[in-house]
């Protein structure tokens, strides 16, 4: 028996693999000594580790000396470890790109692209950033035609590039790792032509991605303006003697540096990140200043160089967050107030200058908001002609307390005389669409800006966002207000713009069963008035998977669902009696008899959204043999402004409800089976998760919930956004009713509507990923929900990730993560 235990090969669902990526790389569960593991396993195989090698022992078979098994893994799982972790392999290499640029061609035909591309190091546990070139020429019939640098070359250490305006240069960042200085490289075509380290004493890291990110080259591409963390503050410094006089931020060995005061931080994320302050730097000298007169307590980010005026100084443009009385953690959170604020930038005394630009006195020149009658203001961009500056605005999230809901657009005109004000009127441009009608425009929601945006006529901004569960194209004009989806509408893929080659589009495609693609776009007739756009796949070496996975995902289909609602109550606004969608991806022949296992995979947020776009860890468990239905139940982003507002308030209920008339949807259209459901979400949908197999305790075979919601009234007093948890329970009235010392009362509200309030209905076997560096979801939360599951002998199984913050997305952790899934996912669901 034993033997035949371990004997058990990958043949029951045995995948002819090709050779891994990593060829060396030994079995990663095996390789993992920093993951804490505790396993609970009431009904765990009678063969524990220790008794199955004295076990071998007796039944007289060559034993030999037998290795323990890792924490966690027993013989039974062992197997399926080792087959799932090679297929999770393929997938995990699958490079993504993240952005592109497009420079004039030397000779003069076409033009050149570089495409960022990334792609984790699972043995380094750090992401791979390469760039990848191309040369862009345009044959007849409009066809387009890429030719590839034969190989990416790595960016070792580099943080961020940003290439000149005209594209005769590039920025090059390294921050440093510790205390070093910050490296600034300018590059011309064939050289490094200029290298400057700015001390920590001028300022920290330079900030290279989420809000406050903004690197901006002027006009004649001399100087860059940039947000970095400010210098370390001094800290108090003892002696032998006691307290030293004076500040110093000098290391001594005859001295020890105290801690001085505690400062707020931005949340999850921003651990031990300074506040980001604003610099510019002289790239012919290498001084590098930073931008005075703005108050120490704005933090700021996404600058910008206004438009020169002619004998007049230079103003930047940039976002600024004020701290009030105390900082809220603002990843994925849009209900921050935030304005667009201009200030003079800094002079360099040098010879280019004019006379009247070396007056110095930039501290006694106001810092003026441009956006002070709304509540939220960012991603400015300026028209290319300089005469209006349009930006985006989440002032329905920061009036309603809702962490991300339907942005707007806006303009404000741009004053040629450079005299600016701060009552300056702002024009509606996209408004907030508040019932999405069916098929039509259904508002924006998380829309990225390229930092040149702008179509050749000057007023047609290029941008992608969100519409249903699809990620979309979409041309605005930013005179007419006119919106168009551009990306095919005939298909149920997820589109981005990654750069515009003047008047076309480079951008990426993606579905469930489709790895990226670059595409090429362009409007087929310029002349006539029609806004219809071509698409052109462009075969790339990015576009490739292994013949495995491209096998697997072959076999694959998908369809994006409308769900009905049942029962909708007169007091539901229009927008949320609307159905709302689901995406079901399953095997295009059935694999199992008579049906395949599903899993329900529910998005955080809750104002998120799952979208048809391809994601290495679905693919993976698509195809190991289950069926996925991802529910964007009503407050997903993508369906109008009505259907998102109306979750706020009923979380634990509408939610909960939602995804159960999703489930009996597919049941009765005869593509699943209800004795054969599991279900998996992360934060809000881990919250939901932890709902669903209390208020339906027979529905599923197995859940996974990773840095799940279980507990408001214990997630209040830890998280860095307790607001989030009095506007979910309360309603946008929970906006006011936000203190740090909640009531009794509240407490009681929290409690009542947690998943922990259903925790002794539980049966369901549950996996717990939990990342020990999560501020937004404390560890303690999902270690209490399981620590209560295993009181009552439910099947328990927690991985705790030591260095892992809200996502879980360092590689190795990630991979760890998804080869767990898998196995719990077989183990419950075969
Ligand atoms: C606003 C927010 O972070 N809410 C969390 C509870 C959550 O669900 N987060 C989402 C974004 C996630 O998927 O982590």
Known sequence: MASALLSKTTS?????????????LPPPILSHPPTLLLTWRPFRSFFSTKRLSTFLAMDGSKAGPLKELPL????????????????LQEFTSISSIDKAWIFKSDSGIGSQAMFSISQPNLLANKGKKFILSSHISRGSNNSVNFQWAPFPIEMTGVSVIVPSPSGAKLLVVRNPENESPCQFEIWGRAQVEKEFHIPQSVHGSVYADGWFQ????????TLIAYVAEEPSPSKPTFTGQGYKKGSSTEKDFGNWKGQGDWKEEWGETYAGKRQPALFVININSGEAQAVKGIEKSLSVGQVVWAPPVRGSHQYLVFVGWSEGTRKLGIKYCFN???????????????????????????????????TQSISSAFYPRFSPDGKFLSFLSARSSVDSGAHSATDSLHRIDWPIDGLLSSSAKIVDVVPVVMCAEDGSFPGLYWSSFLSNPWLSDGCTMIITSIWGSCQVILSVNVLSGEVIR???TDSNSSWSVLTLDGNNIVAVSSSPVDVPHINYGYLVDKESKSTAWSWQNVPSPTNECSEKVKSLLSSLQFSIMKIPLRDVSDSVTKGAAKPFEAIFVSSKTKRNDPFDPLIVILHGGPHAVSLSSFSKSLGFLSSIGFNLLLVNYRGSLGFGEEALQSLLGKVGSQDVNDVLVAIDHVIDLGLAS?????????????????????????????????NPVCNLTLMVGTTDIPDWVYVEAYGSEGKNSFTDAPSAEHLTLFQSKSPIAHVSKVKTPTLFLLGAQDLRVPVSTGLQYARALKEKGVPVKVIVFPNDTHAIERPQSDFESFLNIGVWFKKYLS
């Not at 201009?342 to 106001?366: H, I, M, Q, Y």
């Open 12 to 24: 029951d669902w045995c995948f002819n693999l090709l050779r891994p990526r990593y060829p060396s």
């Open 72 to 87: 966690g893994i027993d013989a039974t799982t062992e197997e399926e470890y080792a087959s799932q972790s090679r297929l």
């Open 214 to 221: 903004g690197i901006s080259w002027n006009s004649d591409e």
């Open 336 to 370: 921050r107030p935030c304005a667009l604020y201009a200030v003079r930038a800094p002079n360099f005394e040098s010879e280019a200058d004019g006379p009247e630009l070396k007056d110095n006195s930039t501290e006694d020149v106001p810092v003026i908001n441009l």
């Open 486 to 488: 551009i990306s095919p």
């Open 674 to 706: 209800p004795s054969k459901l599991a279900v998996l979400g992360g934060s809000h949908g881990g919250f939901l998760t932890t709902h669903l197999i209390g208020q339906a305790p027979d529905k599923f075979v197995a859940a996974v919930a990773r």
